[in-house]
């Protein structure tokens, strides 16, 4: 099909692409650089903030806190050891969970209120 295009009109058509504008390239490496920025700041750096507050609230667990566990359950600490917690939820029903399952502690008072 090239006979039915002149060798000029070729030529012309493949100049602009030859002549690109200056900088072309800083260009990419800046949208680059600002997708890790907004990548950094939208989602590594508040996940990390997240995982240091549950490891401080992890840490600090103590006797007769009360909690939420990640599934719902209210309820105050009758004993910490280094991998799990137990749970007073009702009178006489205790029940054991990994520390990495609380999810929030609550205010005193909190479950006599419920």
């Known amino acids: 099909m090239s006979f039915l295009i002149s060798t000029a009109q070729a030529q012309e058509a493949a100049a602009p692409a030859a002549n690109a504008a200056p900088g072309g390239e800083y260009i990419q490496f800046i949208f680059l650089i600002g997708f ?3 990548f950094y700041f ?3 750096r508040p996940q990390a903030k997240r995982t240091k507050d549950h490891k401080n609230l992890i840490g600090g667990l103590q006797k007769g806190d009360e909690v939420v566990t990640t599934g719902g359950i209210a309820g105050r600490i009758n004993k910490v050891t280094d991998e799990f917690v137990v749970l007073e939820v009702s009178d006489n029903v205790e029940l054991k969970f990994q520390k990495g399952a609380i ?6 008072g909190t479950l006599k209120a419920l």
């Open 36 to 38: 890790v920025v907004i």
């Open 42 to 44: 939208l989602i590594w």
């Open 103 to 108: 999810a929030a502690t609550l205010p005193k």
